[in-house]
């Protein structure tokens, strides 16, 4: 009895517990794994993938998909460092600029997904592709370099010996913590998500919701994109790479549903760490790259799995 | 008639959810050639029971018996292969799918080139169609049908089976007279052929034309069995409820007053046109008519879910303009839809979520910061008010009974407090105590100063409470009647078309 209802407990934790388990086992096999220094390494560097996922998050919840943010932290990457050469602009300049493009790669998804009724697999595919056409043609598909101080320590810098990108990480995370679980709007993204029909029955304005969220993602994508340039010190027209996928990985491992109205920021985040802590631990027991991917892989088709059969019991 | 031998018995069954027993010990005894009715309140366990029999849930404890063997199903498949088959309380069609696809899925006629052989598909469906004398189209998909049309097309699913056992889970919650009566029809008809019926129903007047021996639950509990003939139907309610219930329609007379909405030239295109009519405060205006007559059609074009192509809306006097759901909740408009599963609630949402989601902002400061203790508070009063049996406000809406899903879409509106209340089947799979208490409520709306409309298809409950019916037909408003006029013959005339000049 006590150990049914304690596995009743335990299945809402299953993906915490999976978590746990894993950093046991990468200790066991690499005495450096659990050290501080690792510790804050693993943190700083999930920040940025973090960051993103918050807003792949968000769109999941509200019943949509994102597959741009990779694009637009490319294009939002190679924007911000042309405004970011040293003694040329005030910094907010090359921030304000990373923002407004995620912003408005955000509105077009929204609106054509929502007004326009368009699949957002589709929509989000476009805009991905005209993404990563728009950064090589911004740039003329040359890196942008040689970038002011102030833009570099941007992502680089430390506040009380913490790197500044853990704590830009917990502030995003904090901010839309309170949004999903505090506001109304937060609420409404999850019944727009769980069922659109009783949405729209009940009053809400499910088209600017859905355009709110799939901007407030691109603008986070944007974000990543200015923090990502400042970290590697270039605008590059190919990076983020694969982040669309990294993103909505971490939502899916922390228990967003695909089909909408469910999910945790929280989970996400684990999500998130699940991946860098594989890759983290991977590299740590000398694990060659190519088996990292096939590793990887399959531990997080596990984690959902558990993950999911957990859930389902009953 | 074939001899009474037993067919399936059902001997200690439990079944527990987190925070619910849902069923304790009970026992339940199914004959040849027998209607067994189920009986007892909003979540007394009766669709756990029969989920447990279909195979849809792993029981806890207990012994079930089909013809003597002991049998455990782990899914519907295996259910239906020992011949038991189940038409659902909530409907669960295929909605992108023709009406042929979903009777036969997973078990379409092939050709040779194991393709669905559709000529073949059409003939079956049509044969089953014309057993039932039902008219629909074998091709028409799914999700364009109406909820009462949906509810035919499963009845005749479960049919389609040839089994020893059909459940019946509130077969008849959305359907018209007429309907009903085909359906009851085609139970007599399996219960020559030797099928036993487990039937599941709060409509009382249907309970004692149909069943032949009741068993009643309360609170996953079993109360009695006993035959049907010769049972008083308050003594049936006393068993169910455990008190007695006085009046089913407890209808207030209260003050008329002056006109809240007039509306004029109507028109939503093919579905009806220059629809006209009044509605007082203080009144409850019934609107009657068969399946497809366009009620529904009518107020989802008032509330602005569909788009009307003309037509003026005059609310006090003054012109108002909806466009949208919004527009109609701004001018104090509410909707207890008809479909509680697409269109009332979100399920994957708490009972306390869904319950504040047309009135979120009131619980909120500068309109968005939720202010969750006075939540709360709203909360829980109409958990109360409206007796919703639930294990918290927490809870997944989807896992309460139909019933109280149904309760939670009223009290959900109800919050709004609206000036004009609309509602569609607003006491569909609600039992017999707990409707009273509703058309209380909505009579003290009334009297409030309210105007109400009321769609409903059992006809006692129109001519229970309306103070004044319309009657449609086809999209046509064929007849309106007040309080001292409508008997039930004379609304079924107008329903059908046939006018009445006298
Ligand atoms: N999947 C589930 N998870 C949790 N609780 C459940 C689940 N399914 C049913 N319950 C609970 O079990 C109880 C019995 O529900 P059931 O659906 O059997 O009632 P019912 O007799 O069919 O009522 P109604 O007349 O309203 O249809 C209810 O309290 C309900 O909340
Ligand atoms: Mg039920």
């Given amino acids: 009895m006590n150990i049914v209802r304690l596995c009743e407990r335990t299945s809402k ?51 949509g998909l994102d597959l ?54 589709i929509v989000t595919l476009g805009t991905m592709t005209i993404g ?47 949004v999903l679980t505090k506001m109304r709007f937060g609420r409404h993204i999850y019944a727009v998500g769980g069922n659109e029909t009783a949405s729209h029955v009940s009053g809400l304005n499910v088209n600017s919701i859905k355009i709110a969220v799939y901007m407030l993602a691109g603008a986070l994508a944007g974000f990543g994109g200015l923090l990502l340039s400042s970290r590697t010190v270039v605008g590059s027209p190919i990076a983020g790479q694969g982040y669309e996928l990294d993103a909505i990985a971490a939502a899916v491992i922390g228990g967003t549903s695909t089909t909408g109205g469910v999910g945790k920021l929280t989970g996400t985040i684990i999500g998130a760490l699940m991946i860098q802590v594989i890759s983290n631990g991977l590299d740590m027991i000398n694990v060659p790259s190519y088996w990292q991917q096939i590793v990887k892989g399959s531990i997080i088709i596990l984690a959902v799995f558990i993950d999911m059969r957990s859930r389902n019991k009953g | 008639m074939v001899e009474k031998s037993c067919l399936l018995k059902m001997e200690g069954v439990s079944k527990s959810f987190p925070g619910v027993k849902a069923l304790k010990d009970v026992t339940f005894t199914l004959n040849r050639g027998e209607v067994h009715v189920l009986m007892g309140e909003n979540g007394a366990g009766k669709s756990t029971l029969m989920k447990v029999l ?20 782990h899914s519907p498949s295996e259910a239906i292969a020992a011949g038991i088959s189940m038409i659902h309380q909530e409907l669960m ?15 379409e006629p092939v050709t040779f080139l194991r393709t669905i052989d559709r000529r073949k598909l059409e003939a079956m469906t049509r044969e089953l169609f014309e057993r039932l004398h039902l008219n629909i189209d074998p091709w028409s998909i799914m999700k364009d049908l109406s909820v009462a049309e949906m509810q035919m097309v499963e009845i005749a699913k479960a049919t389609s089976w040839n089994s020893d056992i059909i459940i019946m889970d509130e077969p008849t919650s959305a359907i018209t007279d007429q309907e009903v009566e085909n359906l009851f029809r085609i139970i007599r008809q399996l219960k020559n052929e030797g099928s036993g019926i487990i039937y599941i129903s709060h409509k009382m007047d249907e309970i004692f034309e149909i069943g032949d021996i009741i068993t009643v639950f309360r609170d996953g509990e079993y109360v009695q069995t006993c035959p049907i003939k010769g049972l008083e139907r308050s003594r049936l309610i006393s068993m169910m409820v455990g008190r007695e219930i006085q009046d089913i329609f407890p209808k207030t007379e209260c003050a008329i007053a002056d006109t809240i909405l007039e509306v004029k030239d109507l028109t939503l295109p093919g579905i009806f046109e220059k629809l006209s009519f009044q509605l007082h405060r203080g009144e409850i205006l019934g609107i009657a008519g068969l399946m497809g007559a366009g009620r529904t059609e009518l107020v989802e074009t008032l509330f602005g879910i569909r788009k009307k192509s003309e037509g003026r809306i005059i609310k006090d006097g003054k012109a108002i303009i909806i466009t949208s759901p919004s527009d109609a909740i701004a001018n104090g408009f509410a909707i207890v839809s008809e479909d509680r599963k697409d269109v009332g609630l979100v399920l994957k949402m708490s009972v306390g979520r869904n319950l504040t989601l047309t009135t979120l902002k009131n619980y909120t400061f500068w309109g968005q910061f939720m202010q969750e203790k006075r939540e709360h508070v709203s909360i829980q009063d109409q958990i109360r008010r409206l007796s919703i049996k639930t294990a918290g406000e927490g809870q997944q809406v989807s896992t309460l009974s139909g019933g109280n899903q149904q309760k939670v879409v009223i009290g959900k509106w109800l919050l709004s407090n609206p000036d004009i209340l609309i509602m569609d089947e607003p006491t569909r799979g609600i039992d017999v105590a707990a409707k009273a208490e509703i058309h209380k409520m909505i009579c003290s709306l009334a009297c409030e100063g309210k ?34 006029d409508f008997t039930q013959e004379c609304i079924m005339h107008m329903a059908t078309g046939q006018c009445l000049e006298d």
Wanted: net charge negative; hydrophobic share 55%.
């Fill in chain 1, 132 to 178: 990563r056409g728009l950064a090589l043609l911004a740039c003329d598909g040359m890196q942008v370099i040689d970038l002011s101080e102030r833009y570099i320590s941007l992502a680089n810098s430390e506040i009380f010996g913490i790197p500044i990108l853990i704590i830009l990480f917990a502030l995003v995370f904090a901010v839309f913590q309170f």
């Fill in chain 1, 68 to 121: 741009s943010p990779g694009a637009i932290v490319a294009v939002a990457g190679v924007m911000a460092a042309h405004f970011g050469h040293p003694g040329q602009y005030p910094i907010i300049v090359p921030i304000t600029v990373a923002v407004a493009t995620g912003l408005a790669f955000g509105a077009v998804n929204g609106v054509l997904t929502s007004l326009g009724k368009i699949p957002p697999f």
């Fill in chain 2, 54 to 73: 279909a195979g849809l849930y792993n029981r806890d404890a207990g012994r079930i018996l089909l013809n003597g063997h002991d049998v455990a199903f």
């Fill in chain 2, 451 to 484: 105007g109400i409309i009321l769609i409903s298809s059992e006809l006692p409950e129109i001519i229970g409470m309306s103070d004044r019916v319309l009657v449609m037909h086809e999209g046509q408003i064929t007849g309106e009647l007040g309080r001292n």
């Fill in chain 2, 93 to 107: 069609p295929i909605p992108h799918l023709t009406v042929a696809e979903n009777i036969y899925l997973g078990r």
């Fill in chain 1, 13 to 63: 934790f299953g993906i915490y517990i999976a978590f746990i388990l894993l950093c046991v086992v990468l200790s066991i096999l690499s005495p450096y794994f659990f050290t501080v220094k690792n510790i804050v390494n693993i943190l700083n560097q999930v920040s940025i993938i973090g960051i993103i996922a918050v807003g792949s998050t968000i769109v999941l919840i509200s019943g």
